[in-house]
């Protein structure tokens, strides 16, 4: 299984970046998928997850942040708007995947993306 992230960028204080994740690979059914963000020097953190449809946010990205999935493709897209120079981390996108019927859930994660918010 492999997660590939892209959309990550410079952009302005106040400008918007379109994040993208794709999974393949033997994927038989994921449950949840989501985007972490670690920044220098800190811990990485839950920005957004997604879950059959129920979504859940940190408090300093709602409002601000949409997350959303293709469960076609399996993709998840993260829509950051009215983008902050504290946003500035690199972003990893997560997905807890079943390979197959009777095997375990496992998380899975991407190579990350950088988001660099300055002027």
């Known amino acids: 299984v492999q997660l590939q992230a892209s959309g990550g960028g410079l952009v302005q204080p106040g400008g918007s970046l379109r994040l993208s994740c794709a999974a393949s690979g033997s994927i038989f059914r994921i449950s949840s998928m989501g985007w972490y963000s670690q920044a220098p020097g800190k811990q990485r953190e839950l920005v957004a997850s997604?879950?059959?449809?129920?979504?859940t946010y940190a408090d300093s990205v709602k409002d601000r942040f949409t997350i959303s999935r293709d469960s076609a493709k399996n993709t998840v897209y993260l829509q950051m708007n009215s983008l902050k120079p504290e946003d500035t981390a690199v972003y990893y996108c997560?997905?807890?995947?079943?390979?197959?019927?009777?095997?375990?859930?496992?998380?899975?994660w991407g190579q990350g993306t950088l988001v660099t918010v300055s002027s």
């Open positions: 997604i879950t059959s449809g129920t979504t």
């Open positions: 997560n997905a807890r995947i079943l390979t197959r019927l009777g095997s375990r859930w496992d998380d899975y």
